[in-house]
DNA sequence: GTGAAAGCGCTAACAG
DNA sequence: CTGTTAGCGCTTTCAC
């Protein structure tokens, strides 16, 4: 039951355990290549499994990365999840993951969680702007670099790495306006996440471009579960004014409100036409008359495990911001013709 | 920056870092209750995190789960995982997770992988019915617990915690017939996974229970992809056969082929009802139309960490098999009442 | 090139 | 009740 280690691996051999802790660290400057080959040899022979524990304790390190996502229910997130934790096995870190449920005393938690466990960076996705900015300043001065993704974060010196929201919506907002739509509804989201507010920008200056006048009657807060979406659509419609698009905030809200307007008997391509900005090809494929773009989540988690790594590899490497501009291609919008 | 240990606090205090241990480590019967106090307080006020590498080293622990899981689309994974991981961490366990996405190779690597991060159980929901038995079996050998949730396999010695998919497609179905559905296509998930077949066995049954004779034209592999369900309910529709009623495999294929449906201007409830087996609420929000019942992912997972904790603490508890009832209640379906 | 020895931070006998 | 001691498995000086 006990698993072989290089005491086992050196008695066999009738050599020293440092000679095999050499061997099998690859180190050829400093054993003969063919102490190399037979120690080699004998490790796969006996099933040797290097206890990471006893190499972490020694060395001071525990290969842990830690990731903070604000939800579970859109799969952006788990996809990103899925690359980044790809990314780091291949580089021997392990992750430790946890959900703060937009709940930013939860994500406080987490993060202490994360500390805890000595992680040696973190990667997250923030629930809040600027609630818990000290904390995350705090940690950083301890030493465990973050890199924060998909959300910005106010006055932190850190990496982040980010969608162009504001071009999305932008490009999103200007279909549903060639398409025809006049009277164009935004369910916002939260001023507390960033990317609510700069889809919100993207919204404001897509109008604007087409000279369609800003009515703030038309922007409502849609929240981020299907229910609040369905709500704040409801409540709309109770106001009794006309419509003929909505934008909304987050790829839930938005099939909330359809649900809704659905049930209310509009039908959604020829009443009114509804868009997004979805983390999956999932929405596009079930719900084909919500337009949406995909975020490019596999580049997004890529990058921010390198720029985490790196950070790790060098606390003084530079922080970067980087913003990823998705799959609109740039013909397809104006905006950047202007 | 270097953390301080229990020999820092034992030093500080003039007494032996053994003492320290057993206070910290809560040993009230061995440590005299004002030494127990004053080192609590120093403790803290040194700011001490203990450092679990070196007691998992000392212990021969690791104090790591392993999740696999087949896919990340649906919610009802991510949900089992985010509350296995609440329990887990309550235990002072870590979580690892992989994605096999319905992959057996993949699967294979990822228990690997698990292997040498020397986890002390496994959490796993397979991609195949037996494919990777004697992987399993070999786990298992090496003295690693391992509790299947959700898809059964055969002939492995290990718990398995999952839902009653029989009874619950009987209901589904028998909810359509009830509405008056009498046609009813059956997307059938693949043979490999056990949902499958025992969903395909709970078709059969309801129909039989109503006297509608079971026509084999109107099962059709539906897979397991918005594309492949949208694809399996296209072609069927070539064959020219009529149907009211659809009951497909999971709830991402059915969807799909409500879409399909919609675009070939298919009104849902009124020219045909669909139905699936839900793990989210997400989708009966969001698709009213699509009649679903959920599953019950938390207790699913409540059950699943405890059978696999009661085994990593004593390896020779007994092995148990059970099937969670969802939320079907059972007046709801004459099944029960034969 | 290789070996001996120290030690990472902690726990668990064993003595007292 | 407390201290001493011996490691867990590994890396890494420092000798030879």
């Given at each position: 039951m006990k698993s072989t280690t290089i005491i086992d691996i050196a008695k066999e051999l009738g050599i020293s355990k440092s000679t095999v802790s050499r061997a099998l660290s690859g180190d050829t400057h400093n054993v003969k290549p063919e102490t190399m080959k037979i120690i080699c040899e004998t490790a796969k022979r006996m099933g040797y499994q290097r206890n990471e524990m006893a190499v972490n304790l020694r060395r001071q390190t525990t290969r842990n990365i830690g990731i903070i996502i604000p939800?579970?229910?859109?799969?952006f997130f788990m996809n990103f999840i899925q690359q980044a934790q790809k990314e780091l096995r291949k580089q021997g870190y392990r992750t430790i993951i946890a959900v703060s449920n937009e709940n930013p005393e939860l994500e406080a938690e987490n993060l202490q969680m994360l500390e805890q466990c000595r992680v040696e960076g973190i990667l997250i996705s923030v629930c809040?702007?600027?609630?818990?900015a000290s904390l995350y300043t705090s940690i950083v001065r301890h030493g465990i670099p973050i890199v924060f993704f998909d959300r910005r974060v106010e006055g932190i010196e850190a990496s982040v790495v980010c969608i162009d929201d504001y071009l999305m919506a932008f490009f999103m907002v200007e279909r549903l306006i060639r398409s025809g739509c006049r009277k164009i509804v935004h369910m916002k989201g939260p001023e507390h996440i960033s990317n609510g507010h700069d889809r919100y920008r993207g919204y404001r200056d897509a109008l604007e471009k087409f000279a369609i006048p800003y009515d703030k009657?038309?922007?409502?807060?849609?929240?981020?579960s299907a229910e609040e979406g369905g709500a704040a659509i409801e409540e709309f419609l109770s106001q009794g004014l006309e419509f003929d698009g909505l934008f909304g905030f987050t790829e839930t809200s938005t099939l909330g409100a359809k649900s809704l307007l659905q049930k209310k008997h509009y039908r959604i391509p020829e009443d009114v036409s509804l868009c997004c900005i979805s983390g999956t090809t999932l929405c596009t494929l079930v719900h084909p008359m919500v337009t949406a773009v995909e975020q490019p989540v596999n580049e997004m988690a890529t990058l921010s495990c390198q720029l985490l790594l790196s950070q790790i590899a060098d606390p003084n490497v530079a922080r970067e911001s980087v913003i990823l501009r998705g799959h609109?291609?740039?013909?397809?919008?104006?905006l950047t013709k202007q």
């Open positions: 939800e579970v229910v859109t799969s809040h702007k600027n609630k818990n009657r038309y922007v409502i807060k849609g929240g981020l609109i291609e740039e013909r397809e919008s104006t």
